[in-house]
């Protein structure tokens, strides 16, 4: 079990969710900051991962941020984006390397004004636990 299987994970179900917005691990910069073709777009790849467990039993606990960048002059793009990234894997059957989580939940959800003024960061933060099989 690993990070790769955590983050293909995330990325297969957020890319469903967000269809047809790019979804990134490290998008591309553009050269040109005021050009504003590639916005929205959701980079994944962010995550804390902990091993757990007992005699019995070993699992991991992984905390996973997803970021959400918008253009638009308001926030209302990159919290509707959010919504659907929450659709997507708030409390879905999500299998990890072959096993499924027992728990896969946000924790939060921020809509931010980057420094620059012009674009707006949503950084949403996930739980996701599984025991994986031997």
């Not at 955590?6 to 967000?18: K, P, W």
């Not at 916005?39 to 757990?52: I, N, Q």
């Not at 002059?73 to 409390?91: C, F, N, P, S």
């Not at 990890?96 to 950084?123: F, M």
Request: glycine letters at 6%.
């Amino acid at each position: 079990m690993s990070a790769v299987d955590l983050q293909n994970a995330i990325y297969d179900a957020v890319s469903a969710a967000v269809a047809p917005l790019p979804v990134y691990d490290n998008p591309t910069q553009v050269a040109d900051p005021d050009n504003n073709d590639a916005f929205p777009f959701v980079t994944v790849g962010d995550a804390t991962l902990s091993e757990w467990g007992d005699d019995c039993k070993a699992g991991f606990d992984a905390q996973v941020i997803i970021h959400t960048w918008s253009r638009a002059h308001h926030t209302l793009e990159t919290k509707a984006v959010q919504g659907d990234i929450y659709t997507g894997l708030h409390r879905v059957d999500l299998m990890v390397g072959g096993t499924p989580v027992v728990l896969c939940e946000e924790q939060s959800r921020d809509a931010l004004r980057d420094p620059d003024g012009v674009t707006v960061h949503g950084v949403s933060r996930y739980r996701v636990v599984w025991t994986p099989t031997p």
